[in-house]
């Protein structure tokens, strides 16, 4: 018991002295700071990972956000220009268009479109049914443009229009007026489809193919 004693109180004086040495204590300062330092270190990069994780995922839910706010923009956008070009052939309902009706210089179109319904369609249309005729388009003179034909009411719109199989023989063209947009995909279904499996009812636009008629709201 007295030399284990005397072992453990020598264990005390040597490390008493050892602490009272300059040198041992910064080793041993060098020593706690460096295992603090790594594990500070350690942590500090698992931070970084997780902020850079973080972020990343971030980054995500708003390239996800846009594209998603995007898509809805774009469905919108569609769904009021449809609504618009819908409205805009509402306007058109009382309207036919004639095309290669041959175009003079100083012509009188609405004349010449009575003389056209009476002679070629057989129909008793005077000026007082119609509220006005006239040629769009620009005039280059290379082909007659376009004739619009706006009539009093829809019925007499319906007679004309239902009876454009008697210009059959004549180079002349009757149809709906369409809007812009639907001349447009009419064109483009008449390239697809051939001319004579495209037509156009009350506006809409139908194609005749293999599987049948169906109706066309875009190419």
């Known amino acids: 018991m007295a030399s284990t004693r005397q072992t453990q109180a020598d264990f005390e004086h040597t490390l008493l002295e050892a602490f009272n040495n300059q040198n041992v204590t910064r080793a041993i300062t060098e020593i706690i700071v ?3 330092a790594s594990n500070l270190a350690e942590k500090f990069k698992e931070y970084d990972n997780r ?4 972020e990343a995922e971030i980054d995500n839910l708003k390239s996800t956000t846009v594209s998603v706010q995007s898509n809805i923009n774009i469905a919108d956008q569609k769904k009021i220009e449809q609504k618009l070009d819908n409205i805009q052939q509402r306007t058109k309902r009382n309207n036919i268009r004639l095309m ?7 012509e009188k179109t609405l004349e010449v479109c009575i003389d056209l319904f009476k002679k070629n369609m057989k129909l008793d249309i005077t000026e007082a049914n119609v509220c006005a005729a006239y040629r769009v388009g620009k005039n280059t003179g290379d082909r007659p443009r376009h004739i619009v034909v706006v009539f009093n009411d829809n019925t007499i719109e319906a007679s004309v229009y239902n009876k454009k199989k008697m210009l059959k023989g004549t180079e002349i063209i009757l149809k709906e007026d369409l809007t812009a947009y639907r001349l447009n995909l009419m064109k483009e279904a008449s390239e697809t489809y051939g001319f004579k499996n495209v037509w156009s009812v009350n506006g809409n636009i139908f194609s005749k193919g293999p599987n049948g008629v169906n109706k066309i709201s875009t190419i």
């Open 34 to 36: 460096k295992s603090v």
């Open 100 to 106: 290669k009706v041959q175009e003079t210089d100083h």
């Open 51 to 54: 902020i850079a994780q973080l």
